[in-house]
T-cell receptor
């Protein structure tokens, strides 16, 4: 079992819709959770991080964490074509460096 | 100029050759990392260093070595390159005291092809 799992996609949503990206992790001791966005041919950039159970909102982005279910998600409201990218879930398992999932490719159709 | 600079950006080499990928940063961060990215496999950690005297293996260190020459420089070497080391390599830094603990700052990547 991979430590951090994501559906590779592509996830296709129409412009203006809500995109929902999901991630599960195996280490119950994981403490911090991150979402990185990576445009094609570019390096990853951090867009959201969450430490506590519940929701955290930043503009059109909402990160949701459920430690009991070992599940973290990213919601993108009012999706735009510019949101088309690969979204990488990363987890701090306490082993001193982040562990990444394989990423979900999101396509927002105009 | 980029805060995290990787050289070379692209390299094609042959099996058995020694290759060095270099990373330098101007962010003043103590922590530096090397990840490799393959299609469908995400980012996998090769080595990481929390200061000049602290170097640690990641999940896929076999076939690789690193050198932390200074706080700002962290090099990755492939002693004898093989085709399955063909990948996109990223250097990254982080600041544990930063506001967004855990945030990694990535270089632009080095694409390596081993024939």
């Amino acid at each position: 079992q991979k430590e951090v799992e994501q559906n590779s996609g592509p996830l296709s949503v129409p412009e203006g819709a809500i995109a929902s990206l999901n991630c599960t992790y195996s280490d119950r001791g994981s403490q911090s959770f991150f979402w990185y966005r990576q445009y094609s041919g570019k390096s990853p950039e951090l867009i959201m991080f969450i430490y506590s159970n519940g929701d955290k909102e930043d503009g059109r982005f909402t990160a949701q964490l459920n430690k009991a279910s070992q599940y973290v998600s990213l919601l993108i409201r009012d999706s735009q074509p510019s949101d088309s990218a690969t979204y990488l879930c990363a987890v701090d398992t306490g082993r001193r460096a982040l562990t990444f999932g394989s990423g979900t490719r999101l396509q927002v159709q105009p | 100029d980029a805060d995290v600079t990787q050289t070379p950006r692209n390299r094609i080499t042959k099996t058995g050759k020694r290759i060095m990928l270099e990373c330098s940063q101007t962010k003043g961060h103590d922590r530096m990392y090397w990840y490799r990215q393959d299609p469908g496999l995400g980012l996998r950690l090769i080595y990481y260093s929390f200061d000049v005297k602290d170097i640690n293996k990641g999940e896929i260190s076999d076939g690789y070595s690193v050198s932390r020459q200074a706080q700002a420089k962290f090099s990755l070497s492939l002693e004898s390159a093989i085709p399955n080391q063909t990948a996109l390599y990223f250097c990254a830094t982080s600041d544990p005291a930063g506001e967004r603990t855990g945030e990694l700052f990535f270089g632009e990547g080095s694409r390596l092809t081993v024939l």
